[in-house]
């Protein structure tokens, strides 16, 4: 946690989970993502059937590490450094107990638009993965769903003037404000399964100066999918019409994750790697810490809630070493 990672900035951070794996004794593979991105990828037989993962990136800004009693504060303590150092104690329990069949699998670039997972969608090993357990703050539950996102900018242009003369431009920040009053009252299609579609308008720029008519504007958007991403792209443009244009950005699906008898299970609103990490088997989810702390200056996790996800994790590997899960669903 000390290592800052803000997203694009995972290099470092990177470096030492492969030494200090490779302390360990795993075999570790960085894969580059960019000039200065990698996956982290370690193993300990050659064919692994069960992979823990989660991000290595955080939001920003950095918020060095502290910690009382109960508590670890800072950036990623709960997203996601803290389900990191779980994962490696539970893998490492495992590999006392003799289970060598798994993985870690560490990416990049989550919190922006999965690059790293969508790169490490084609590493070969991902084919001989049955189960991709991805850790993420649930609360220690199971989440059987996790909400998709669809990620898009609104434009609009139009005609600068002397703003003495208005009727000689044409404001592009008045239609932009007239299309996100009509986005804020759009009912999109939600899903029973997943819950309702919510949208974020999430930045706003446009304008030059006090003394002209805006010639351009934009507002960046995030909707949590509940539903394929196509009627809620329709539902947009029908929004917008010819009064300005639509941009998408990125898009990542809802999912359905394998359910597993006797861990508590619930729906999540926020979205994850999973949706681009098909090729490593059958997702699960589950992680410790609170989705709402995450992503906040007041981040933290309970120490307690890392240890109980420790023993969460080696439970659920021996389970699908062993059993096969109750369902079998994704969309
Ligand atoms: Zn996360």
Not at 38 to 67: K, Q
Not at 200 to 211: C, P
Request: charged share 25%; hydrophobic share 40%; net charge negative.
């Amino acid at each position: 946690m000390s290592i800052p990672s803000v997203s694009g900035e995972e290099e470092t951070v990177g470096f030492w989970l492969r030494d200090y794996l490779q302390s360990l004794g795993w075999t570790v593979e960085l894969q580059p993502v960019t000039d200065t991105q990698n996956n982290v990828i370690a193993y300990l037989n050659e064919t692994p059937r069960v992979w823990l993962s989660t991000h290595m990136d955080t939001v920003p800004p950095f918020i060095a590490p502290s910690e009382d009693e109960e508590k670890i504060y800072g950036r990623g303590s709960c997203d996601a450094k803290g389900i990191i150092a779980a994962q490696i104690v539970a893998a490492e329990l495992l590999r006392k107990e003799g289970i060598e069949d798994i993985g870690l699998l560490y990416t990049v670039e989550e919190e922006r638009a999965s690059t790293g997972a969508k790169v490490a969608n084609l590493h070969p090993l991902a084919a001989k993965c049955e189960y991709l357990i991805n850790g993420e703050p649930t609360d220690n539950e199971l989440a059987i769903g996790s909400k998709g996102a669809f990620r898009a900018m609104i434009r609009t242009t139009g005609k600068a003037a002397h703003s003495a003369y208005p009727e000689q431009g044409d404001s592009a920040i008045e239609k932009l404000l007239d299309i996100l009053d009509d986005v804020r009252h759009t009912r999109f299609p939600n899903d029973e399964f997943f819950g309702e579609t919510t949208v974020n308008i999430a930045t706003l720029d446009g304008g030059v100066a006090l003394n002209v008519i805006p010639p351009n504007a934009e507002a960046g958007i995030l909707i949590r999918l509940t539903t394929p991403m196509e009627p809620i792209r329709d539902a947009l443009l029908n929004v917008i019409r010819d009064r300005g244009e639509l941009e998408l950005l990125s898009y990542s699906l809802p999912v359905k994750m394998l359910a597993v008898e006797g861990f508590k299970q619930k729906v999540v609103r926020f979205t994850t790697d999973i949706p681009h990490l098909t090729n490593w088997g059958q997702p699960l989810l589950l992680g410790p810490g609170s989705i709402l702390v995450a992503h906040t200056k007041d981040e933290f996790v309970l120490k307690k809630d890392l240890e109980d996800a420790v023993g969460l994790y080696v439970e659920l590997v021996r389970r699908l070493l062993t059993t096969e899960g109750t369902e079998n669903t994704e969309i």
